[in-house]
């Protein structure tokens, strides 16, 4: 069907339908399960751990994405608040995995919306994964450091590095793993594969 | 020479929009044996039929192929026209050029090509083919039903009331199935016990029924209207003749706390009981598991255990020794009412396919329970005596979250069809506890109402509006025990709103499925089941109530959930078949079954082997003196279905099909 | 039994208590451990939430190095490496795409056959053996087992113990002659990497949890995961210092537990190194005192 023609549905601030955009079909290639599965029951959001700080609950993110309503996704908080925890995809009765389509948006909105995911959230995940590709694995010393300067919360949890120390748990030198190169050649070629 | 005619229908636009139906009229003209080929815009119609009895009459037409629909439809239509023309009917064939041409081509020319093919292929056929006559077998005027729940007394009744003579079996030790359990019936929130006993009553006085409970069909022999059924009776362990159900044995028997199958496990019962106080027929049954006598004969103790019920009951009617005992009736017909199981809530499923509620405790804790034990809980005659309690500590509960949609629609769980009746009986739940308990908040979480019927929807409304039951849209994620609480985690996706209730009871709405043993009773019978065990009808809309094995029929939610209105319907309309197969003492059925040439027969019974339906028989033939010369197959008449399977098996090829002989096969694909 | 062994980070940080306590269990009943040469870390959160060959790419880099190294079995304690290391062989498995994709990054394509088993899994096994040569019975303690998000879910990726009703760590603290309690947040997630980047919301998860643990009367809570601990242990001085919930509740991994009922030494099995000292738990059952807080040398 030939959907080109403007309808009157377009004028104002209505959504017209279907939406010409196509994130929809992104996130089916990239999970491999289709959205329209999703019959809108909610057991996902009633068990999610992280519901009650969420704008948009876990149905209405797969809701949003039947509709093929990118921005909204994209742009909101609550892709970046869950947990992965599992909890939506070990329920959902049409077996469905939310958790893996907003893993899969994330990916998405990293690129597209770079500047609207949380600030302290955009800088643990930058923080731990620059911790990998310096030194192969994660030096939580050089973790929190990074983060801190990263987040600009410079002065939280510094009252527990004594504490830390005293029961040895915070190592002060980074050691590097021996296949430092191949791990980097791994962060490098998943980047590539990112468009742009 | 034949004179056949050739009749052309365009069905509307339906086949003469693809079809080019005057230049196949045109071509058929022109095959030897034709003597006459038209084209008409809908042959079906008074007019067309006229236009073929018209051809036979004055062309002395000797065969007719009419080029229109699927014979599914309208093959009886043409060949009782013929047949009034004075042709015999089995000299009329059809050649579907809807189904097999219009409807799936696309391409005018290659289609009124293919229909040109289609339309010769029955010509070359027809040539071949010999007037038939209907077959006519006996009838044995007498049904069976199984199952005696509310859809086989309706359909033991009717057929009954009908003059015909019925047997109901009942595996159970009394008759009243689901519904004697439950509380009200919506929407008219009737008392179920007090709509139903009558009709219990009326079966167990109704001259033209035997009702045989306590008994399972053991194996089914014969065809439609010469059934032979096997019925095991298995063993009361009382005299049911004797026996004056006076219920002294009950109230003497030591064991008194059986959790009962009756109060699903809510109420007590003893070790020799009957299952509900207006049981039909009212004796008992002892349960030789539980019994103190047959546990301790079972570990070997000389001496009698215990023999309390035979001490006092009167008429000596306990029967220790009794054994299952076997009888064989000879029925015309069967009707399969045998009713559903509800979705177990515990961890153990008894299919693969199905997963128990790990989220909701698999059904573990006290206070969540079914639908059916709410039934119970509401009913008059229940353990509670009809107050709303709880099973952990007797309280009332003040809230109860009701949960829709367990076990069914639900694919995670193995089950993804809807159970159709939880949304009509929950919303009863919700009105029978606000009736009640006068301060009870009912919170309901459902998925859709689907309440088509005729005062449903109003029900549902009345329970939001009159009964204040809040109704919120979404599925519960988890159960949390919350001291003698049970913490519901749940969304409203109406508002997006994560809701946490503290409920003093969940009740889950849980599915009908079919029953647990439906495989080995479909595999009896020869009929077919769905991949979920519910028993499948011969066409969904118009041949609702028959199966695919003719004389077998099937009332209530043995076919998938259903209603009670539902089930008394279908029940009514098994019993009408049954009474149309009865009304006649001869049954006529279509000549298209196999017949065996008897002198080429070698007698190696590959048919036999083959014959899906047991069809075939073995016959002696024997010399003017008596002596046998050889065996050889021989056709049932009234088993064979025509499905050609020894046709096509016999190594000596001394089985035909009539109506699709080898001569015939050849002649018409020669054609193409 | 030889066993590859992959800490993972925190293993050696913060959980360094873990892999002590699980190398000094795994020598009483006589496991060898063979550590995976040179591995990386796996990815945890962080890369999967951000690209999904990345959180894939990581992990299949160390079962490469299991498989150069011929382990057939890779023993994985933490249970966010654990889950990790099982989606990523799941989706080697099930997934082509992803499969040709990280055969071309890595140069190499990683058996999917290898068994990756987590501390349940091989403890539970063993609970024979732990029951067999227990020297102090746990008797009279009473332990809630959580399990957390990684050790059961997703069900299709894990598959050894039920996702919503699980009994394997309530199994081995069975045999460690301690009773676990029946409670229902087991399976409940303590908020898990937002420790950093959104305290309070670890606050408000791990605090719940810790409510119901105590409410259904548990003296300790078994843990299998080094950030649930970080969560439960770590952050539970703030949750303690802001409500007054109640006692401050030890929280041990399992291994420590088997630990004590081998008999083994509490400063060898790092008890000595959480915030919420266990020493109430020591005193129950009959043990000494916990030598003092010392500096220690990294």
Redesign the interface.
Same mark, same amino acid.
């Given at each position: 069907m030939n959907t080109s023609a403007p309808s009157p549905a377009s004028a104002g601030d209505i959504h017209s339908f279907p939406p010409a955009k196509s994130l929809l079909s992104k996130i089916r290639n990239a999970i491999g399960l289709d959205p329209v599965l999703c019959y809108q029951c909610g057991k996902c959001s009633a068990g999610c751990p992280m519901a009650s700080e969420m704008d948009l609950k876990t149905h209405e993110i797969i809701r949003l994405l039947q509709l093929d309503l990118g921005e909204r996704l994209l742009s909101s908080d609550s892709i970046w608040l869950c947990l992965t925890c599992e909890t939506c995809t070990t329920r959902c009765p049409m077996e469905f995995d939310p958790a893996a389509a907003i893993d899969a948006l994330r990916e998405i909105a990293l690129r597209e919306y770079p500047d609207r995911v949380p600030r302290s959230i955009s800088a643990f995940h930058s923080a731990f994964l620059d911790q990998i590709r310096m030194h192969g694995r994660v030096f939580e010393f050089g973790l929190v450091a990074f983060y801190k300067l990263r987040s600009g919360a410079l002065f939280g949890d510094v009252e527990s590095v004594p504490g830390m120390l005293a029961r040895g748990k915070l190592g002060l030198k980074p050691k590097r793993i021996q296949g430092i190169q191949e791990v980097r050649r791994i962060f490098s070629q998943c980047a590539t594969e990112k468009p742009r | 020479m034949s004179r056949i005619g050739v009749f052309i229908c365009h069905c509307g636009e339906n086949i003469g929009r693809t079809v080019d139906c005057v230049r196949v009229a045109h071509n058929l003209e022109n095959v030897p044996g034709v003597v006459h080929s038209i084209d008409y815009k809908y042959m079906c119609s008074d007019p067309g039929q006229a236009l073929i009895k018209q051809a036979i009459r004055e062309l002395q037409l000797d065969g007719v192929v009419v080029g229109a629909c699927s014979p599914h439809m309208h093959e009886k239509t043409f060949r009782k026209a013929a047949a009034a023309a004075g042709l015999n009917p089995y000299l009329c064939e059809m050649a579907n050029l809807r189904e097999h041409c219009s409807w799936i081509h696309e391409d005018r020319e290659r289609a009124t090509d293919k229909a040109i093919g289609l339309a010769r292929f029955m010509v070359e056929k027809i040539k071949y083919n010999r007037p038939l006559a209907t077959i006519r077998i006996p009838v044995e005027r007498r049904a069976l039903v199984i199952g005696g729940g509310i859809a086989g007394i309706q359909a033991a009744l009717d057929i009954a009331d009908g003059g015909r003579e019925v047997i109901l079996v009942e595996k159970e030790p009394s008759i009243g199935g689901h519904m004697s359990q439950l509380s009200e019936t919506f929407p008219t929130l009737d008392c179920s016990q007090c709509i139903l006993t009558p009709r219990m009553v009326e079966v167990a006085q109704h001259p033209n029924i035997q009702l045989l409970a306590y008994s399972e069909v053991e194996s089914v022999e014969g065809y439609i209207g010469n059934f032979q059924v096997k019925i095991r009776r298995k063993a009361r362990s009382v005299d049911e003749i004797k026996c004056n159900g006076c219920g002294e044995c009950q109230k003497n028997c030591p064991n008194q706390k059986i959790p009962g199958e009756f109060d699903r496990g809510l109420g007590m019962r003893t070790a020799i009981y009957v299952p509900f106080p207006q049981a039909v027929p009212n004796i008992p049954v002892i349960d030789r598991a539980k019994c103190a006598f047959y546990r301790g004969k079972a570990k070997g103790v000389k001496k009698a255990v215990c023999g309390k019920c035979a001490e006092v009951c009167g008429p000596k009617a306990i029967d220790f020794d009794q054994q299952d005992s076997f009888v064989t009736e000879e029925v015309g017909a069967i009707v399969v009412a045998t009713g559903y199981q509800l979705y177990s809530i515990g961890k153990a499923q008894e299919s693969e396919t199905l997963r128990g509620y790990g989220e909701y405790g698999y059904g573990a804790i006290p206070d969540v329970i079914d639908g059916l034990q709410f039934e119970r809980l509401a009913s008059a005659s229940g353990p509670t005596g009809g107050k709303i309690l709880r099973p952990s500590d007797g309280k009332e509960p003040k809230t109860i979250v009701f949960l829709q949609c367990i076990g069914s629609r639900d694919r995670a769980k193995g089950i993804e069809y809807c159970s159709k009746i939880c949304c009509m009986y929950v919303a009863k739940h919700a009105i029978l506890y606000h009736h009640k308990v006068d301060h009870g908040r009912a919170i309901v979480f459902y998925l859709d109402i689907r309440a088509g019927g005729k005062g449903y929807d109003e029900f549902v409304r009345r329970a939001i509006e009159e009964s204040h039951a809040l109704y919120l849209r979404g599925r519960v994620s988890r159960l949390f025990r919350n001291g003698d609480t049970i913490c519901v985690h749940g969304v409203d996706t109406l508002s997006g709103e994560p809701v946490a209730i503290d409920a003093d009871m969940v009740v889950l709405a849980t599915a009908m499925r079919a029953q647990p043993d439906i495989a080995s009773l479909a595999q009896k019978l020869s009929i077919s089941y769905d991949r979920h065990g519910f028993l499948n009808e011969a066409h969904p809309k118009l041949r609702p109530v028959e199966t695919n094995t003719a004389g077998v029929y099937l009332a209530g939610a043995c076919q998938s959930p259903r209603d009670i209105p539902d089930s008394v319907a279908m029940a009514s309309a098994a019993a009408a078949k049954v009474l149309g197969l009865f009304s006649n003492e001869l049954l006529e059925r279509e000549p298209l079954i196999a017949r065996v040439d008897q002198l080429a027969c070698t007698g190696c019974f590959h048919c036999e082997r083959v014959c899906p339906y047991g069809a075939i028989e073995r016959k002696q033939l024997k010399d003017g003196k008596g002596r046998v010369i050889k065996i050889v197959a021989e056709v049932n008449q009234g088993v064979c279905q025509g499905c050609g399977t020894c046709q096509a098996t016999c190594p000596s090829k001394s089985v035909e099909l009539e109506g699709f002989t080898d001569e015939q096969v050849y002649a018409a694909v020669n054609a193409l | 039994m030889r066993l590859g062994y992959f800490p993972g980070?925190?293993l050696?940080?913060?959980?360094?208590e873990y892999e002590e306590s699980l190398k000094a269990v795994a020598a009483a009943l006589h496991i060898e451990l063979e550590e995976i040469r040179?591995?990386? /870390?796996c990815?945890?959160?962080?890369?999967?939430?951000?690209?999904?060959?990345?959180?894939v &790419?990581?992990p299949a880099?160390t079962l490469m190095q299991a498989e150069k190294q011929n382990l057939d079995r890779i023993f994985a304690p933490c249970a966010a490496c654990y889950n990790r290391l099982a989606s990523a062989q799941h989706a080697l498995a099930h997934?082509a795409t992803m499969a040709s994709?990280i055969r071309?990054?890595?140069d190499y394509s990683p058996k999917t056959s290898v068994s990756i088993i987590n501390i349940a899994q091989l403890l539970s096994a063993q609970a024979g053996e732990i029951q067999k040569n227990s020297k102090a019975p746990l008797n009279g303690l009473k332990i809630a087992c959580y399990y957390g /998000?990684?050790l059961v879910?997703?069900?299709e990726v894990c598959k050894f113990d039920?996702?919503? &009703?699980p009994n394997s760590l309530d199994h081995i603290v069975s045999a460690t002659g301690a009773a676990p309690v029946a409670w229902?947040?087991a399976?409940?997630?303590c908020?898990?990497?937002?420790s950093?980047?959104?305290?309070a919301?670890v606050v408000r998860?791990s605090r719940a949890i810790l409510k119901?643990a105590r409410?259904a009367g548990a003296h300790a809570l078994a843990v299998a995961c080094p950030m649930c601990h970080s969560n439960l242990d770590?952050r539970q001085q703030a949750i303690n210092k802001r409500n007054r919930d109640g006692e401050a509740m030890p929280i041990l991994f399992l291994s420590q537990l088997v630990g004590l009922s081998l008999g083994l030494d509490p400063i060898q099995l790092g008890l000595?190194?959480?915030?919420v000292s266990p020493q109430p738990l020591l005193d129950r059952i009959g043990m000494g005192k916990l030598q003092p807080?010392?500096?220690?040398q990294?």
């Open positions: - | - | 980070c925190s050696h940080g913060t959980a360094r040179d591995w990386a /870390c990815g945890a959160t962080s890369a999967h939430a951000t690209s999904r060959t990345l959180g &790419a990581l880099r997934d994709q071309s990054i890595l /998000c990684l879910r997703p069900p039920d996702p919503e &009703a229902d947040m399976l409940e997630c908020g898990g990497g937002f950093l980047s959104r305290t919301s998860l119901s409410s770590f000595h190194r959480h915030f807080e010392r500096r220690e990294v």
